[in-house]
């Protein structure tokens, strides 16, 4: 079974600039999420998707953040601008629609961004 | 207050010596936990899920404490493979993970 994809696997750019992220998760699974990962530090959720929906986008930075999930399948986050302390890795989870103990997400290999 | 706290470490551990982690949790409320490992410059992975009754897998053995709030991971008779960050994770039940900063571990041979 396919994992979950992402891409780029690295991206440098300066800040102020624009980045895009790009995921596809698990076929079949229902909810998306994207996490940023600092180093040292766990993932934290940025947003949360229930098919082409969004459920929590709480800790979102909107002034510059944005993801979407048109078609409740593949999804793209945006940064614009970017600031330094932007810099992390960005992780897309997929998960099945379950509760409980059996809502395990499975993570794609993330993107490393560094903000020059 | 951190929803989810752990000891970052890092453990040093020698081969073939168990080792424990512990994990605490803020929200009374949550209604399951799992742990997590990520490998360095790897995405985390499930390891296991927590169950109130406790759960073993193989050389790992997680326990739940809701009197004290607070979650363990034991790893018996450890390999060099085991050396990872573990990372604990709550579910409030509303399919979202809060993680903790993860626990570094490495065993030396």
């Known amino acids: 079974e396919a994992g979950v994809a992402q891409s780029p696997r690295y991206k440098i750019i300066e800040k102020r600039q624009s980045v895009a992220f790009w995921c596809n998760p698990i076929s079949g699974h229902a909810t998306l999420y994207w996490y940023q990962q600092i180093l040292g530090q766990g993932p934290k959720l940025l947003i949360q998707f229930q098919n082409n929906g969004v459920v929590d986008d709480s800790q979102l930075p909107k002034d510059r953040f944005s993801a979407e999930r048109l078609k409740g399948v593949d999804s793209t986050l945006k940064i614009q601008p970017a600031k330094l302390e932007d810099s992390a890795v960005y992780l897309c989870a997929s998960s099945l629609r379950e509760w409980g103990a059996k809502n395990i997400q499975y993570f794609g290999a993330g993107t490393r961004l560094s903000v020059l | 207050r951190k929803e989810v706290e752990q000891d970052p470490g890092p453990f040093n551990v020698p081969e073939g010596a168990t080792v424990a982690f512990n994990c605490t949790y803020s929200n009374s409320a949550s209604q399951s936990f799992f742990w997590y490992r990520q490998d360095c410059r790897k995405e985390p992975k499930l390891l296991m899920s927590?169950?109130?009754s406790g759960n073993e897998d193989g050389r790992f053995t997680a326990q739940l404490n809701r009197a004290s709030q607070y979650i363990s991971l034991l790893i018996r008779d450890s390999k060099l493979s085991d050396s990872a960050t573990y990372l604990c994770v709550e579910n409030f039940g509303n399919e979202k993970l809060t993680f903790g900063t993860g626990t570094r571990l490495t065993i030396i041979p």
């Open positions: 927590v169950y109130s």
